[in-house]
Structures are given as C-alpha cells and as structure tokens.
C-alpha cells in the first residue's frame, strides 16, 4: 500500500470489486447500516470458513457428524462453484486486502485521487452481501490503484481486522506447506 501503509498487515486475494463514487459526504445513516452489514457479512464469511477440530477418538456420534460435515462441505463447494454464474457480480481482480484500505489494478474506470466512494468486496463466493466499505482514493501508482477505508463503528472495523488476520495467518501457513 502507500509508503506508511507497506508494513500494515494484509493479504492477497482475487475477488469482484466494484467502486461506487459518492458526491459529498457520506450519509451517516448509511455509514451506520453499512457497517452493520459489514458485519454480518464477516460473520458470515467466519462461519462457512471455521473449521471443526480433530477428534483423536471419535465416537459413533463423532463420526457420523463428520461424515455429514463432509456432505454439507461438499454441497457448499458445488454452490460455490455454480453461484457466481446466476449472481450479476463485478469482473474479479487481484486485491491487496488491508484492514486499513485496498489495492487493484488501475484500469480505465478507476476513480480520481481524493474521491470518495463505495467500495463493494465479495469476499466469499457464496455469501450473497458484498462488504460495503466508504472509502478515499490515494495516489496509488501508475499500475495500481489505492483506496483507503474510512472508520466506520469500532466494531465492524475489529471485525475485518480480525478477517485480515486470519487470512493472511493462512496465507503464511499455505506458503509454508509448499
């Protein structure tokens, strides 16, 4: 991200990402609602994403209910492969996810330096809400566009910090297991 933004921590991601620009400020009605949203919508994304622990012993109870996990896994990934062909979502880009802001390929589209907007993540393939995050254009480069996220309530702000983490703590471990 920018020069002060570089060691904040962050992961990379390919998602639809769509900027909606806002003339003037943002209704505060709106940022409330909005961060709400954003909210659920981490919730959500937490709870398809959790994982069960490991049982060393499983009983009959135990292993029944992984075998039906494993169904329920399984019907989940065939959603998530078919949902986006019948969703009208925005074309997907590499993204540099941050809790404080975002960075994308600058394209023809990509909003002027101190616009303000909306930015719309679909983070998860099968959670229909995008996160709505205000946000402020930076310079950015001259391939990159940067957007930096406005504070919205304390806690949808700890929420996709906490998202961040988790995702960039899989991302070292998957870099690990190579």
């Excluded at 954003?38 to 109870?61: C, H, K, S, Y």
């Excluded at 019907?75 to 960075?103: C, I, M, N, Q, V």
């Excluded at 930096?148 to 702000?157: C, M, V």
Aim: net charge negative.
């Amino acid at each position: 991200m920018s020069d002060t933004s570089d060691a904040t921590l962050s992961y990379r991601v390919e998602a639809p990402i769509r900027w909606l620009p806002v003339a003037g400020d943002f209704n505060a009605a709106e940022l409330e609602h909005a961060a709400e949203m954003n909210q659920r919508v981490l919730a959500q994304i937490a709870q398809f994403e959790e994982r069960g622990a490991t049982i060393d012993q499983p009983t009959p109870q135990d292993v029944e209910i992984q075998r039906l996990h494993a169904k329920l896994d399984l019907l989940l990934s065939a959603l998530a492969e078919l949902a986006p062909r019948f969703l009208d979502r925005p074309p997907r880009k590499p993204l540099r996810l941050s809790w404080s802001g975002l960075r994308w390929p600058r394209d023809a589209d990509t909003a002027a330096e101190g616009g303000q907007g909306w930015i719309e993540l679909h983070l998860h393939p099968i959670v229909l809400q995008p996160l709505r995050w205000p946000a402020r254009m930076l310079a950015g480069d001259a391939t990159e566009a940067e957007a930096h996220f406005l504070s919205t309530n304390e806690a949808a702000q700890l929420s996709l910090e906490r998202y961040v983490f988790q995702q960039h703590r899989r991302a070292v471990a998957a870099a690990r297991r190579i």
